[in-house]
T-cell receptor, first 111, second 113 residues
């Protein structure tokens, strides 16, 4: 079993819709959770972090964490074609420098 | 803005060659990392360094070594390149307190023939 799992997609949504990206992780000791965005041919960039159960909102982005279910998600409201990218979920245990990345979900926002 | 600069965007090497991938950051970050990214496998950590001359193995260190002689520079070395090392290599850096906030370089796409 992979440590961090994501559906590879592509997830296709129309412009203006809500895109929902999901991630599950295997280590119950994980404490820190991140979403990175990677445009084609570019390097990843951090867009959201979440550390406690519940929702965290930043503009059009909302990260949701459920540690009991070992599940973290990213919602993108009012999706724009410029949101089309691969979204990487990353997880870290507090005792480690290491971030464990999922393989990413490719999002396509149709105009 | 933090800049992480990787010296080569594209490299083509032959099997058995020694390959150096260089990475330089300009924000005095203590932590530096080398990842490789392959389709369907995501980013996998090869090595990381938390201080000058300090290094720790990541998840896939076999076939690689690293060097960190100066704080700003972290080099990845392929002693004898093999075709299964064809990949995108990403360097990243961070402060220790913000170890999760990685700033990545643009990547080096290595092809081994």
């Amino acid at each position: 079993q992979k440590e961090v799992e994501q559906n590879s997609g592509p997830l296709s949504v129309p412009e203006g819709a809500i895109a929902s990206l999901n991630c599950t992780y295997s280590d119950r000791g994980s404490q820190s959770f991140f979403w990175y965005r990677q445009y084609s041919g570019k390097s990843p960039e951090l867009i959201m972090s979440i550390y406690s159960n519940g929702d965290k909102e930043d503009g059009r982005f909302t990260a949701q964490l459920n540690k009991a279910s070992q599940y973290v998600s990213l919602l993108i409201r009012d999706s724009q074609p410029s949101d089309s990218a691969t979204y990487l979920c990353a997880v870290r245990m507090d005792s480690s420098y290491k971030l464990i990345f999922g393989s990413g979900t490719r999002l396509l926002v149709r105009p | 803005d933090v800049k992480v600069t990787q010296s080569s965007r594209y490299l083509v090497k032959r099997t058995g060659e020694k390959v150096f991938l260089e990475c330089v950051q300009d924000m005095d970050h203590e932590n530096m990392f080398w990842y490789r990214q392959d389709p369907g496998l995501g980013l996998r950590l090869i090595y990381f360094s938390y201080d000058v001359k300090m290094k720790e193995k990541g998840d896939i260190p076999e076939g690689y070594s690293v060097s960190r002689e100066k704080k700003e520079r972290f080099s990845l070395i392929l002693e004898s390149a093999s075709t299964n090392q064809t990949s995108m290599y990403l360097c990243a850096s961070s402060f220790p307190a913000g170890a999760n906030v990685l700033t990545f370089g643009a990547g080096s796409r290595l092809t081994v023939l």
